[in-house]
């Protein structure tokens, strides 16, 4: 009999569905959040209503688009953290009161190792490229910014992170004193390829090891920004796509620069990325650029799958499906990594 998986996710502000058949994706629906966009950030309140109000559609459309009945549902994969506690509840919640009616088990995954793992979603017709164990991740959102050793589906150690903000905050910071709107990693994304990356630098962090730091390039931005606006106060309108070409550059180098290093120092040459900023143009094109040269074989997953999406989750759990791990229903979602 077919293993067929419904993995939720709902850890920020996405509520999303996918049905996985043996692996294979046969739906992906994805109800995203437009009512944080006047607040310039997430608001968790209202995350977790429009939540509430998205799920049973968004399940029930992913069971239809997929041809798949609830009785057809071999298990319920869902996303138990880290995120905003009460996003999470409501997957969470959805999850097990469907897992209890259906009579069928459910499966928490950790939201970043759906992440790791979203290189191995296949979808119908499609040729399967996949990284072989053990892979280098470069895990990059709103949240996080990792560099992660992948062993196995399911084991994985994470070599060096960031000390303080994550790459994302950073993109979205950069666009908030720009003027750019929330999330504003795409709009950097789109105006620095109109612009010239080397035009303005921005101090690099130093910091040991695999880890990383993004706050005082932030910083960095913020006085480039006071300091050239004192003399001229259209400087940030009429430099837009050179700060955001430049800005994006800086970042990208920081993130290379130890992705490289890891690759040195683990002799692993299969690398991989995940996370919301795994979609930008410029980390995409420098990836591939570094693995021709190093001998890397890169691996990027569809940007459809690099924001949050319940097509991962449904991969992960079906991997712990697969390990006969079933997770009881008295469980409840946490927040925090180093809780799960
Ligand atoms: O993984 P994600 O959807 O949510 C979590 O943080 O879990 O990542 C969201 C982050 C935001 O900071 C957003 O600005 C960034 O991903 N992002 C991008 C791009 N698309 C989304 N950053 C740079 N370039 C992009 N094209």
């Known amino acids: 009999m077919a293993d067929i998986i419904l993995g939720i996710e709902s850890s920020c502000d996405d509520t999303s569905a996918a049905v996985l058949?043996?692996?294979?994706?046969?739906?992906?629906?994805?109800?995203?959040?437009?009512?944080?966009?006047?607040?310039?950030?997430?608001?968790?309140?209202?995350?977790?209503?429009?939540?509430?109000?998205?799920?049973v559609p968004v399940v029930s459309d992913a069971l239809a688009q997929a041809g798949i009945g609830p009785a057809d549902?071999?298990?319920?994969?869902?996303?138990?953290?880290?995120?905003?506690?009460?996003?999470?509840?409501?997957?969470?919640?959805?999850?097990?009161?469907?897992?209890?009616?259906?009579?069928?088990?459910?499966?928490?995954?950790?939201?970043?190792?759906?992440?790791?793992?979203?290189?191995?979603?296949?979808?119908p017709e499609k040729p399967v490229r996949e990284p072989s164990f053990p892979y280098l991740c470069l895990l990059v959102s709103g949240g996080n910014s990792q560099i992660v050793r992948v062993d196995d589906p399911l084991h994985y150690e994470i070599l060096g992170q960031t000390i303080d903000d994550a790459v994302g905050e950073a993109f979205d910071k950069c666009a908030k004193l720009l003027?750019?709107?929330?999330?504003?990693?795409?709009?950097?994304?789109?105006?620095a390829a109109e612009g010239d990356p080397s035009r303005f630098h921005f101090t690099k962090p130093?910091?040991?090891?695999?880890?990383?730091?993004?706050?005082?390039?932030?910083?960095?931005?913020?006085?480039?920004?006071?300091?050239?606006?004192?003399?001229?106060?259209?400087?940030?309108?009429?430099n837009k796509a050179d700060l955001c070409a430049s800005f994006q550059q800086a970042l990208i180098d920081i993130l290379l620069g130890k992705l490289v290093r890891a690759a040195k120092e683990t002799g692993i040459r299969e690398v991989a990325i995940g996370g919301g900023v795994s979609a930008n143009s410029g980390l995409r094109a420098r990836i591939e650029e570094e693995g021709r040269r190093?001998?890397?074989?890169?691996?990027?997953?569809?940007?459809?799958?690099?924001?949050?999406?319940?097509?991962?989750?449904?991969?992960?759990?079906?991997?712990?499906?697969?390990?006969?791990e079933r997770t009881p229903f008295d469980i409840a979602p946490v927040s925090r990594m180093a809780d799960f």
């Open 206 to 238: 130093r910091i040991p090891g695999l880890d990383y730091s993004f706050s005082g390039i932030k910083t960095s931005l913020l006085y480039l920004l006071r300091d050239e606006t004192a003399h001229d106060p259209q400087f940030a309108d009429r």
């Open 179 to 191: 003027g750019l709107g929330y999330p504003g990693g795409p709009a950097i994304d789109r105006l």
């Open 73 to 123: 549902l071999s298990a319920i994969a869902f996303t138990r953290g880290p995120g905003l506690l009460g996003s999470l509840l409501v997957g969470t919640s959805f999850a097990k009161a469907l897992g209890l009616s259906l009579g069928i088990p459910i499966v928490m995954v950790n939201h970043l190792q759906g992440h790791l793992l979203a290189s191995f979603i296949r979808e």
């Open 21 to 55: 058949r043996d692996g294979v994706l046969l739906s992906n629906v994805i109800a995203g959040q437009e009512v944080h966009r006047r607040y310039g950030g997430v608001v968790p309140e209202l995350a977790s209503r429009d939540h509430q109000r998205n799920i």
């Open 294 to 324: 190093r001998g890397w074989n890169a691996y990027l997953p569809e940007r459809k799958f690099t924001t949050d999406n319940a097509a991962m989750i449904a991969v992960a759990g079906w991997f712990h499906y697969k390990n006969g």
